[in-house]
């Protein structure tokens, strides 16, 4: 049986091919040749899977409308962990996404017991990162976004509490909050199709937050009035819950089909994108959302400096955006790399930049030319690259990026709200 996820634990599985295959995650690989010109973090495999996302690229290839919405719990400072995800956000809406952030103050409120005036604080640290980034779009928080909390109680009507145990493990003690706090982010996802019109939504995470991706996924189908089937020879319309009224729009839209107790058979020669798109508009005429699926993307974590997972609560594991340059020294210069306990093994076998965090951050930030990455691991591995030597120029590139970074927030500070 499939393990749970635990997206609220600081220590989540890392035995990704395993995880794809128990939970039925795609592989990323086929996407890259549809997409061609690639992002580093694409490139480099940082995405390692997908839900759903072919109706991304689809979206991007054919430049048709699509969202992109991720989100933020803000009970902390924002680090170099969260970098990958601004990224991914930021480049599907330079490829033609609409933006949408959410700030999870409900979330980080219920679960982490964070004050209201915290969060605000740390929001907006978040905000001016995202800026400094190119962010352009939406950024909202959930508590103050009224049609959000709306749609997550709708949502919630489709959730119950054995979902919530069989998904998270909720048990007894389990606090409401924190159960609504996963209806606001099943509205999250849902969000950008009301707020900008139905249009597939791709949601960039780290696989931890995957049970909520699945959860979004069955609550849209359940939220459906309407199932369009193909059947082979036909296409057929199944009532779930439209009403009488909406089934004979259905049927007065497509004629020649055959009306049943519940269901409408078309006359063949229709496609099920056509028919999906036109029964999802009468759906939203009778009072429904008619919201297409959401799809997401998988990335791998970054190493924590010193190997394990990056941690707010390991402080020499991450570096912060704000961090103090004697701090940022300390951890590069300290950092577990994949080097051995000699020099002269060292210069013998090589070193192991698979096992390097200081490769890792080199790989996925610090070094965008994919020729000097290689050329960096391979004389790693010839043994002519020492740690110490490769650590001082990581920690000049940190420097230098960290310096143009906080200049860019500056400059966009003017964008940070409330
Ligand atoms: N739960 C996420 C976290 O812990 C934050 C989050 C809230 C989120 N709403 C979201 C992520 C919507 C993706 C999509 O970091």
Redesign the pocket.
């Known amino acids: 049986m499939a393990e749970q996820i635990n997206?609220?634990s600081s220590t989540p599985k890392v035995n990704i091919e395993r995880l794809f295959e128990d939970f039925g995650i795609d592989s990323f690989e086929p996407q890259k040749e549809k997409l061609g010109e690639l992002p580093t973090f694409m490139r480099r495999n940082v995405i390692q899977g997908h839900r759903g996302y072919d109706a991304i690229s689809d979206a991007i290839v054919n430049k048709k409308p699509f969202h992109v919405?991720?989100?933020?719990?803000p009970s902390g400072h924002p680090h170099f962990g969260h970098l990958m995800v601004m990224k991914e956000v930021v480049w599907h809406i330079n490829h033609g996404g609409r933006g949408f952030i959410?700030m999870?103050d409900r979330?980080a409120h219920a679960?982490r017991g964070l004050s209201w005036e915290k969060c605000d604080e740390y929001a907006r640290e978040y905000m001016s990162c995202l800026y400094a980034l190119g962010f352009k779009g939406e950024i909202y928080s959930?508590r103050r976004n009224n049609s959000l909390k709306d749609l997550a109680f709708e949502a919630a009507t489709k959730i119950n509490f054995s979902n919530l145990s069989a998904i998270y493990g909720f048990g007894a003690d389990t606090e409401l909050a924190h159960a609504i706090?996963v209806s606001?982010?099943v509205g999250?996802?849902l969000y950008p199709q009301l707020a900008g019109g139905v249009a597939p939504t791709v949601?960039?995470?780290?696989i931890?937050?995957d049970p909520?991706?699945r959860l979004t996924r069955d609550v849209t189908n359940a939220l459906r009035q309407f199932l369009v089937e193909d059947r082979g020879t036909h296409i057929s319309i199944r009532a779930k819950t439209a009403s009488p009224e909406a089934m004979t729009a259905v049927a007065a839209a497509f004629p020649g089909s055959k009306k049943y107790e519940g269901h409408i058979d078309l006359q063949p020669g229709h496609t099920v994108e056509e028919v999906d798109a036109v029964v999802r508009g009468i759906e939203q005429q009778f009072g429904g959302f008619g919201f297409l699926l959401p799809s997401s993307t998988y990335h791998s974590f970054l190493m924590g400096l010193q190997g394990g997972k990056m941690s707010s609560s390991v402080p020499e594991s991450l570096v912060w955006f704000d961090d103090e340059d004697k701090d940022v020294k300390k951890k590069i210069m300290s950092a577990l790399t994949g080097g051995r306990p000699t020099l002269d093994e060292q210069k013998k076998l090589g070193g192991e930049p698979e096992k390097c965090a200081i490769y890792q951050l080199n790989k996925f930030h610090m070094m965008d030319d994919d020729r000097e990455l290689s050329e960096m691991c391979q004389k790693c591995k010839a043994g002519e690259l020492m740690c110490g030597t490769c650590k001082k120029e990581t920690l000049e590139r940190v420097r230098a990026f960290l310096a143009e970074f906080k200049e860019k927030r500056d400059e966009t500070a003017h964008m940070v709200e409330w």
């Open positions: 997206p609220w919405l991720t989100g933020f719990m959410s999870a979330e679960v959930q706090s606001m982010q999250d996802i949601v960039p995470v780290g931890d937050q909520h991706i």
